[in-house]
């Protein structure tokens, strides 16, 4: 998938092909948990886990309003 240029995933660096593990500190598998996962945050900034490439990176996004 792409990642839409101006997008808070483009913000945070996020790139095609990259998976997220953790919203949060919380495990998400679909796009759903990762929605519900960003909506339960609560700071400006919410941690990330990627695997990008094979191996895991800690990122951060910030909070959708």
């Given at each position: 998938r792409a990642v839409n240029r101006g997008s808070l995933a483009?913000?945070?660096e996020l790139q095609p092909g990259d998976i997220l593990l953790e919203?949060?500190?919380s495990p998400?598998?679909?796009p759903e948990?990762?929605?519900d996962a960003l909506r339960a945050a609560?700071?400006?900034f919410v941690p990330l886990l990627v695997r990008r490439e094979g191996r895991e990176r800690p990122?951060?996004?910030e909070r959708p309003r």
């Open positions: 483009a913000d945070a919203v949060n500190h998400v598998a679909d948990q990762v929605a609560t700071r400006p990122m951060s996004m």
